[in-house]
C-alpha cells in the first residue's frame, strides 16, 4: 500500500476577497502575510489588501496549510475574488509534508541516478514565478532582467522592493538603460512606486474633472462666536470624550446649510437629481503615508455638537492607525475638506468626491482686520477669520444655490450660540 493510502480525506477552502458593499470595489494585494506551505490558524490574517481608501486584512476562514496562492503581490483583485486555498485534513490538523503539492508547486517526478547527479539547468526567474505588471514596469524602466535581481517574495518572486534596492545598489552608468530625462545631469532621483491608493486618488480626480464642470464660490466665515463657544465648553468635552475640534463645528453648520439647499446632498444620473434625506459627511483626513483618506459621519442630521466631535474623534483616529473598516469609507452623501489645518488659505477648486456634487474647503483660521459698523461708527478691529469654499458639480446646482449654501453656513458659524449642546 503506498504512503497517499495512508493520507486521511484532504479538503480545501477557498479565500476570497471580501464584496463591497459600494463604491471604491477596486483593490490589489499588498502583501501576503503567510507563504504556501505554511500552517495558519482560523482568523489569522493571511493577507492586506490595499484599496483606494483603506488597507484591509483578510483572514484565514478556518485553519490547515495554505496550500495555493493565486493573486501575488501587486495584483489587482476584484470583491469576491479566488485569492488561495487553505488545506484541511480531517481528523487532524494539516501536515505540510504530507499533502499534495499545488498546481503551482508541481512535484518533481522521480528520477534514476544519472538524472539525480546531472545539473538541472536554471530557469529564468520570469517563468518559475510570474512578476507584477508594477514590477515589468520597473524592470523595463532600467532595462533588468528579473534574473539579475535577487527576488525577497514568495518562491523568490520579485518585488518592486527588491527591483529599488537592486537599483539603488548599481553606480549610475550600470543602473539600466539610460533614458532622455537620465541623459540630463540631475542632483539626484528615486523612483517611488505608486501605491494602490495613489493610483485610485489619481484615476478618481482625473474622472471627476472630465466628467463634471466644476464651479467654486468662496465666502468668508467669522469664527469669534465658534472659538467663544469653544473655549467655553471645551474641557467639558474633553471629559466626556469628544475633543471638540473646529471640524465638530463645520460639521454641523454643514447640516444647516443642507437643509437650506438640499441639492447639495445629492448625486447627478442622467434622467434625475438623487437627493438624499440623510446627511453621511465624508470628512477629509491626510495620513501619512497613504494620502487623503475619507471617512464617513453618518447620519449627521441627527447628531449634536457632543455627538459630532465623538464620532470624529472616533474615527480620525481609526484613520490614523490604518484601522478603518470598508464601511467607514463608503456611503458619503456630502465631503468636507478643512485644508487649512496644514496651513493653505484657499483651495480652489477643491476635486469633487464622486459620485457626490458638492465639496466645502475650509481654509487657515487667522486674525484678519475688518471694518465693523459699532453704533454707527465704523471701526478697524481684529476678528478670526476663514475662507470657505463650496465647489459644486454644475450640472446638479448653479453659483446661486451655492451662494446660498454659504450664505447659511457662514451665518450659522458666525451667531454660535453660547449654549453647551448647540
Not at 543602473?175 to 545631469?185: H, I, K, R
Not at 467607514?328 to 468626491?353: K, M, R, Y
Request: with cysteine.
Amino acid at each position: 500500500m503506498s504512503a497517499a493510502a495512508d493520507i486521511p480525506a484532504r479538503a480545501r477552502i477557498e479565500v476570497r476577497a471580501p464584496s463591497a458593499e459600494t463604491e471604491g470595489s477596486r483593490s490589489q494585494v499588498l502583501r501576503w502575510l503567510k507563504s504556501v506551505g505554511e500552517r495558519v490558524a482560523h482568523d489569522e490574517p493571511l493577507l492586506e489588501l490595499e484599496t483606494d481608501k483603506v488597507t484591509v486584512e483578510v483572514a484565514a476562514p478556518a485553519a490547515g496549510v495554505l496550500r495555493e496562492v493565486l493573486k501575488r503581490e501587486q495584483e489587482e483583485v476584484t470583491p469576491g475574488e479566488l485569492l488561495a486555498r487553505i488545506e484541511i485534513i480531517e481528523g487532524r490538523a494539516a501536515d505540510p509534508s504530507s499533502a499534495e503539492p499545488s498546481p503551482a508547486q508541481p512535484r518533481e517526478p522521480a528520477r534514476d541516478a544519472s538524472q539525480r547527479t546531472a545539473p538541472r539547468p536554471a530557469e529564468p526567474r520570469e517563468a518559475a514565478a510570474p512578476l507584477s505588471p508594477a514590477v515589468r514596469r520597473l524592470l523595463s524602466e532600467h532595462g533588468l532582467s528579473a534574473s539579475a535581481v535577487t527576488g525577497s517574495g514568495p518562491d523568490g518572486r520579485v518585488t518592486v522592493d527588491d527591483v529599488l534596492r537592486h537599483v539603488e545598489r548599481q553606480p549610475p552608468e550600470r543602473a539600466g538603460v539610460p533614458t532622455a530625462l537620465e541623459q540630463t545631469p540631475l542632483a539626484g532621483r528615486r523612483l517611488v512606486p505608486h501605491s494602490a491608493v495613489r493610483r485610485r486618488i489619481a484615476e478618481h480626480m482625473v474622472r471627476s474633472l472630465q466628467s463634471a464642470p466644476h464651479v467654486t464660490s468662496v465666502f468668508e466665515a467669522d469664527l469669534g462666536g465658534v472659538l467663544a463657544h469653544r473655549a467655553r465648553h471645551r474641557e467639558d468635552f474633553a471629559a466626556r470624550g469628544a475633543p471638540l475640534t473646529l471640524t465638530a463645528y463645520f460639521a454641523l453648520a454643514c447640516v444647516a446649510a443642507i437643509r437650506a439647499v438640499p441639492e447639495a446632498n445629492a448625486r447627478w444620473t442622467d434622467d434625475a437629481l438623487e437627493i438624499y434625506e440623510q446627511v453621511h459627511l465624508g470628512i477629509g483626513t491626510a495620513v501619512e503615508g497613504q494620502g487623503l483618506i475619507v471617512p464617513v459621519v453618518r447620519d449627521a442630521q441627527g447628531r449634536g455638537l457632543l455627538e459630532l466631535a465623538r464620532e470624529l474623534q472616533r474615527l480620525v483616529g481609526l484613520a490614523r492607525a490604518g484601522r478603518l473598516a470598508p464601511a467607514d469609507v463608503q456611503g458619503g452623501t456630502f465631503t468636507l475638506s478643512n485644508h487649512g489645518v496644514s496651513g493653505s488659505l484657499l483651495a480652489a477648486p477643491i476635486v469633487i468626491h464622486q459620485p457626490q456634487v458638492a465639496i466645502l474647503g475650509i481654509g487657515r483660521l487667522e486674525k484678519r482686520a475688518v471694518v465693523v459698523d459699532e453704533e454707527g461708527e465704523e471701526r478697524i478691529v481684529a476678528r478670526p477669520r476663514c475662507y470657505v469654499t463650496l465647489t459644486i458639480d454644475h450640472r446638479a446646482m448653479d453659483g446661486n444655490r451655492a451662494n446660498r449654501f454659504l450664505t447659511v453656513l457662514t451665518r450659522t458659524l458666525a451667531e454660535w450660540p453660547q449654549d453647551p449642546d448647540a
